[in-house]
């Protein structure tokens, strides 16, 4: 079965801090794929970044980057420089081959971000 | 904008009463979810689709009944509705064409459910 795990529920920072949301997965499947998400106070649900678990490569994206490590079943997002508009609930996700069409979510992390 | 629409986008309705809650897709994708949020749970998956009459169950689907007759259009039905299943649903749809494990989710904007 899969499962991820966001174990920081809520995170305030002042601006222009960085901040690290972990993000923990567990599954038996060799391929799979994952996924963060991002829904501001607004609501929608909004895809940030895929990673496959044959890709261990850093990504950047701007402020953006994520740190993956099959070693410790690990997809970190690191925001840097963070802004008042980075206020939102972040997703983790993981869809794998053998779990069918199924995308299983994290509980979220909500991260304030203060002025 | 990936082309979904959900209707209505708020509905409050009394214990007992039925309630279907309608996802349209200009996408013409053959995957579609309905997803329900909670506080503390985060998304759970209550059923999917993958093709026109063809559907199966997520792991909260207890209450809950679907149907597609159409590639564009997903129904989620409550039966008879119960407080626990207020919420805020979300439908989305899949971008991968034969592999939607790989692929991300767009989402629609959301219905909040209320049940007194």
């Known amino acids: 079965a899969q499962k991820v795990t966001q174990a920081q529920t809520e995170i305030s920072v002042v601006e222009k801090e960085d901040v690290t949301l972990d993000c923990v997965y567990e599954t038996r499947d060799t391929t799979y794929y994952l996924f963060w998400y991002k829904q501001p106070p607004s609501g929608e649900l909004v895809f940030l970044i895929r990673?496959?678990?044959?890709?261990?490569q850093n990504e950047i994206s701007g402020r953006y980057s994520w740190n993956f490590q099959k070693s410790t079943s690990s997809f970190n997002f690191t925001i840097t420089a963070s802004q008042v508009v980075d206020s939102a609930v972040y997703f983790c996700?993981?869809?794998?081959?053998?779990?069918?069409?199924?995308?299983?979510f994290g509980k979220g992390t909500k991260l304030t971000v203060n002025p | 904008d990936a082309g979904i629409t959900q209707s209505p986008r708020h509905k409050v309705t009394e214990t007992g009463t039925p309630v279907t809650l309608r996802c349209h897709q200009t996408e013409n994708h053959r995957y579609m979810y309905w997803y329900r949020q909670d506080p503390g749970h985060g998304l759970r998956l209550i059923h999917y689709s993958y093709g026109v009459k063809d559907t199966d169950k997520g792991e909260v689907s207890d209450g809950y009944s679907v149907s597609r007759s159409k590639t564009e259009d997903f129904l989620l039905t409550l039966e008879s509705a119960t407080s626990s299943q207020t919420s805020v649903y979300f439908c989305a749809i899949s971008s991968g064409p034969r592999q939607p494990y790989n692929s991300p989710l767009h989402f629609g904007n959301g219905t909040r459910l209320t049940v007194t």
């Open positions: 996700a993981l869809s794998t081959q053998g779990g069918s069409e199924k995308l299983v």
């Open positions: 990673r496959n678990s044959f890709d261990e």
